[in-house]
């Protein structure tokens, strides 16, 4: 029978899976092979993850654009509107001295 920590999956005592420790490298004296396997994992995990952070970014990015297009478009067309108003309140300005000139005129 194999010696629990020799390559057995399982913890014959508890059943369990071992699992990794963290380590400090600046507490801890590692050797440089140690340290090299460190890195070489660090960098493989992260180049892993890095398309879905990019892609991620990406899509934030155009969320954030989208959102800066949508409010600069509404200022726009609630401007266009606020001008739109304007013009027919002056219009509706002379409509009603008009109509008080011809009424005092009659």
Excluded at 24 to 49: F, G, I
Excluded at 71 to 76: H, L, Q, R, S
Excluded at 78 to 92: C, G, H, Y
Aim: proline residues 5%; without cysteine; positive net charge.
């Amino acid at each position: 029978m194999a010696a629990s920590g020799a390559g057995d999956p399982l913890d014959a005592k508890r059943g369990e899976a071992p699992f990794a420790q963290r380590i400090d490298p600046t507490r801890e004296k590692l050797t440089p092979e140690q340290l090299y396997s460190m890195r070489r994992t660090q960098l493989a995990q992260w180049q892993k993850v890095l398309p879905q952070r990019r892609t991620r970014n990406i899509v934030t990015g155009l969320g954030i654009g989208a959102l800066v297009l949508a409010i600069y478009g509404y200022t726009f067309y609630s401007i266009s509107q606020e001008r739109f108003l304007d013009e027919l309140e002056d219009e509706a300005k002379a409509a009603r001295a008009r109509a008080l000139a011809r009424a005092s005129g009659s």
